[in-house]
């Protein structure tokens, strides 16, 4: 199901930030694993961070270590991906997907495995 939005997408130039956010349509994600997916021209959909709802353990791809953050934001039963130092080839559309399951997620889950996803938010990063 369509029951999630994303937001905080945009353009920006290399090394430069974008905060972006996942929230629910009419409940709080603070009980729900969640992770977030890009999908760019040319290249399949990869997972690139999740966090679990039991033990809040936080996953990252290799491509994405050390630049991205994500985190919950519980004032707001939100979560957040902070990204930092970005590369042209971090352009794509981001989308975040929720699940809420005793069993843990991880970077391999499908979206198709997941209960909730949203339509994406667009990430341009160009000279």
């Known amino acids: 199901q369509t029951q999630l939005v994303e937001s905080g997408g945009g353009s920006v130039q290399p090394g430069g930030s974008l905060r972006l956010s996942c929230a629910a349509a009419?409940?709080?994600?603070?009980?729900?694993?969640v992770g977030w997916f890009r999908h760019a021209p040319g290249k399949e959909r990869e997972g690139i961070s999740c966090?679990?709802?039991?033990?809040?353990?936080?996953d990252y791809a290799d491509s994405v270590k050390g630049r991205f953050t994500i985190s919950r934001d519980h004032a707001k039963g939100t979560v957040t991906l902070q990204m930092n130092m970005l590369k042209t080839e971090d352009t794509a559309v981001y989308s975040c997907?929720?699940?809420?399951?005793?069993?843990?997620?991880?970077?391999?889950?499908?979206?198709?495995?997941?209960?909730?996803w949203g339509q994406g938010t667009q990430v341009t990063v160009f000279a």
């Open positions: 997907a929720a699940v809420k399951s005793w069993d843990p997620i991880t970077l391999l889950t499908d979206i198709r495995e997941y209960d909730y």
């Open positions: 009419g409940f709080t994600l603070d009980y729900y694993s």
């Open positions: 966090i679990n709802s039991r033990d809040d353990r936080k």
